[in-house]
């Protein structure tokens, strides 16, 4: 089955929005053994979404087409898609008395407009919408079938999980013996890690891809068929002596995620106090369900005054040492882990740019600590010619990497190939 994409809209086309959903998209089929092998984005044009439409169907097997499906004019998928067909719109009696009771039980007045939603092509099959006002529909041109969806991200989220993969498995063959495993990397580049690992020989039916979503490289080992899906651990195994401490979770989309799990398994509680991360440590793990069952405070003790009166980090040591240095991070996580008994505290100071840099501690240096009751673990690394988002994400990375091995009983402080570590 060939499966491609085609995303609507002028503001996705002008990068004006960030098109997260075809993103999710393609790992989300990936992981049901389908890959998409083409995505192409077209503006809110009628003549060139009906062009699309046309040449895009007599190659592929499935298209979704995300977006376009509003009460606005210049929603045109489903009347691009009719005029595709040579066909007309027709209005479906059951989405329009869906909209009708939707608008009611809100009570909310139906404008003209929205009865446009009901609009799909004549020979089109209503795909159901659980969730908003625009119903999906499949259609088919040439030798695809065309699928089309919401661009508001859950209702296209929820629509693919429930309606479009079930409407391709009853259809096509899906490959049902494929398998995929992920691998979170940090302090390494893409190129770096795609030579370490060009010496593995490959059995037929495997690869490994490699997705950058900094400050992580994520690497893709990826099976088709019971052969090679029974090689995977030979594999894996070879990933993981060559990558080393490269290699910080699996099967995860981040750091914060890993470390969510470890902590809700250990039972144990976690304090931050953040300047240069400004609260990114504490951020990353809220937006976890569940994170109140370990996470006691987050503090961002941004001033020094702050680090003094709320954390008691010593005014001699600010001014022996500054701000950022290994000294002061360290009383910031021991006072942060004091003040509620928590079991580790994470604390970060640093120079994230643009400015603020001197010759001694120029911009990108950070340091970072790990407060665990029986001591403190800390670090000073260099991030030059970052930016300032980047100083910040990585230096969370590093400091949850820190937390990740201790929670593991691995050694702490480790080296990564591309971040510069400075001992005391």
Known sequence: M?????????????????????????????????????????GDRLEDLVAVFKERSTEADVIVVNGGLGPTSDDLSSEAMALAKGEPLVESKIWRDRLDDWFTRNGRVMAESNLKQALIPESAIMIDNPVGTACGFAVKLNRAWLFFTPGVPFEFKQMVK??????????????????LRKYLTLGQGES???????????PEGITIG????????EIKLFARGKAAISEMDKIEAQIRFLLGTAIVANNKKSLAEEIHALLIDSG??????????????????ISHA??????????????????????????ATLDDHGAVSIATVEEMASGARAILDSDYALATSGI????????????GTVAIALATKSGVYSQMIKLPRRSRDLVRSLSTAVAFDMLRRELLDEAV?????SIKRFSK
């Open 268 to 285: 144990k509680t976690l304090s931050a106090a953040e300047s240069c991360t400004g609260g990114m440590i504490a951020s990353q793990l």
């Open 352 to 363: 994230a740019g643009p400015t603020g840099g001197t010759e001694d501690k120029p911009v």
């Open 162 to 179: 429930e309606q479009f993969i079930p409407f391709i498995n009853e259809r096509f063959e899906i490959a049902g013996d494929v398998a």
């Open 192 to 202: 770096s890690l795609a030579d370490a690992l060009e010496t593995i020989v490959l």
């Open 290 to 315: 569940g994170s109140s069952a370990y996470l006691d405070q987050g503090l961002v003790t941004y001033s020094n005054e702050s680090k003094v009166k709320v954390l008691g980090v010593k005014p």
């Open 210 to 217: 490699y997705r950058s979503s900094m400050p992580h490289i």
């Open 2 to 42: 060939k499966l491609e994409m085609i995303c609507t809209g002028e503001e996705v086309l002008a990068g004006q929005i960030v098109d997260t959903n075809a993103a999710w998209f393609a790992n989300a089929l990936m992981e049901h053994g389908v890959e998409c092998q083409r995505r192409i984005t077209v």
């Open 413 to 417: 402080i480790v080296d990564y190939g």
